[in-house]
């Protein structure tokens, strides 16, 4: 006995069949090419968060190394022509007195005074007395 629903039920069957069939998206179609644009999009995304990440950090860098107060020291170092040590022993006696702008030890020769420095640069008082000599000296010379 066969139901006489039976050819509709067939029928409804065939057409969500078809509807299935044409909503699935198709292989390598259109809808193929709007992930790659959405792919394509994300990736220039990251790209540009990249790029400006290292414009960034580049101009840091750069504002850190040419427009800071140790920036300034290092100038007056290879300025004066002093050579490494000299610069650390001069940073060393900045730090003791916990200058926050080092530059000062060029402009003013109170700060190397070996009397008013602690033990600990007992043993390099002639250099720095020399060094003292040798960054004050020149001003004198040139105000005389």
Avoid: N
């Amino acid at each position: 006995m066969i139901s006489p629903l039976l050819p509709f039920l067939i029928d409804a069957q065939v057409r969500a069949d078809m509807l299935l069939a044409a909503t699935r998206r198709p292989v390598g179609g259109a809808e193929s090419g709007g992930q790659l644009l959405l792919w394509l999009l994300i990736a220039g995304v990251i790209i540009a968060a990249v790029c400006g990440a290292m414009t960034l950090g580049q101009r840091w860098h750069h504002q850190r190394s040419h427009h800071s107060h140790a920036a300034l020291f290092t100038g007056l170092c290879a300025a004066h022509g002093l050579d490494r040590p000299a610069c650390r022993l001069l940073a060393r006696v900045g730090r003791y007195h916990r200058l926050a702008q080092p530059a000062r030890l060029f402009t003013e020769p109170e700060w190397l005074e070996p009397a008013g420095l602690g033990s600990g640069f007992s043993e390099r008082s002639e250099q720095i007395t020399a060094l003292r000599t040798r960054l004050f000296a020149e001003t004198a010379l040139k105000a005389s």
